[in-house]
């Protein structure tokens, strides 16, 4: 199968190789959280909810009083893809995958600020075509930006990977099943630093290089388009009291 036109250098979706599908957030959207957020990448669909600061439910879990405890739950809604098995709370992908969330999430929110608390991400994926990861990663972002927990930086994550000697930007599910290698990363935009880096595959360094770039240069666009949300957001905010 050719995942890149040879001819029009168009992607299977009518992408080229450097675009992005299209983005969607919305802010607030579970009445009874602190913060959530819907995301969309594509065919992507990921609900974030945020519960917290509040006081720690189960102390020995807290391992610095100085700081607050961040816990993150990943889950796969079971119609989110075209396969019926049920999948068991808690496999072993979903806890790996909720350890990676909350690593980078730990990254940019201001734990010390909200000592002897904790702060709970539950993120769920209604519908799954490709990035989920970096989908629920800015999902999260966007919940943690609705609840007012403070962050030293918005964190937002994108994939990009290599097929057909072509780096391409953003997959989606039939290309990232293609069996190529790609690059997950996560970064602090304004600080421009890196939270997250994973690969599935070996790449030479040279090629590496240039896919990273590409999944970089899609978090900055990320990073960009859920300012714009907040500040929308804000602004409704702001009407709303002057009204």
Do not use: W
Request: with cysteine; glycine share 8%; hydrophobic share 40%.
């Amino acid at each position: 199968m050719e995942y890149v036109n040879p001819l029009t250098g168009l992607r299977i979706d009518g992408r080229r190789p450097t675009e992005m599908r299209h983005l969607k957030g919305q802010i607030g959207v579970v009445s009874k959280a602190d913060g959530s957020a819907l995301f969309e990448m594509g065919n992507t669909r990921v609900i974030a909810a945020v519960y917290g600061p509040r006081q720690v439910q189960n102390k020995a879990q807290q391992m610095n009083n100085n700081e607050a405890l961040v816990r993150c739950e990943y889950s796969m809604a079971n119609f989110s893809t075209g396969d019926r098995a049920r999948k068991p709370k808690g496999d072993r992908r979903s806890t790996e995958i909720s350890l990676v969330i909350r690593q980078t999430m730990e990254a940019c929110i201001l734990t010390k600020l909200m000592p002897r608390s904790q702060i709970d991400i539950f993120v769920q994926v209604l519908q799954a075509d490709g990035g989920t990861r970096s989908a629920c990663i800015n999902a999260a972002t966007l919940a943690l930006a609705d609840a007012g927990i403070p962050m030293r930086d918005i964190v937002t994550s994108c994939s990009a990977g290599y097929l057909c000697t072509t780096p391409l930007l953003d997959l989606n599910y039939a290309e990232d099943s293609a069996g190529g290698p790609d690059v997950t990363v996560g970064i602090l935009a304004k600080m421009d630093k890196v939270t997250l880096l994973q690969m599935d595959a070996k790449l030479p360094l040279d090629t590496f290089e240039t896919v990273m770039q590409l999944a970089i240069e899609g978090c900055k666009a990320i990073a960009q388009y859920i300012r714009e949300i907040i500040l929308q957001n804000t602004k409704q905010l702001e009407c709303r009291r002057g009204s």
